[in-house]
């Protein structure tokens, strides 16, 4: 399975076992674990690194989480 695993998810089923604290990345039976200030400054670069996908909607979640977390 892969996904993105955030540990302040509303809902506690959404959060594998091995999250205690910060943003999980998994990619089939791998998984690794930044806490949310770090992870969200890896997206970020991640982000403006592929312009060709940028959005005003995802450019007001990036400005929120920036706000919130750094």
């Known amino acids: 399975m892969s996904g993105i695993y ?3 998810d509303n809902d506690p ?3 594998p ?3 205690t604290e910060g943003i999980a990345f998994e990619f089939m039976d791998s998984h690794v674990t930044l806490p949310l200030r770090e992870a969200i400054l890896y997206m970020l670069e ?3 690194h592929h312009g060709d996908i940028r959005d005003k909607k995802l450019d007001k979640i990036f400005e929120d989480l920036k706000e919130k977390f750094l």
């Open 6 to 8: 955030i540990s302040t």
């Open 13 to 15: 089923e959404n959060i």
């Open 17 to 19: 076992d091995y999250l």
């Open 46 to 48: 991640w982000y403006n």
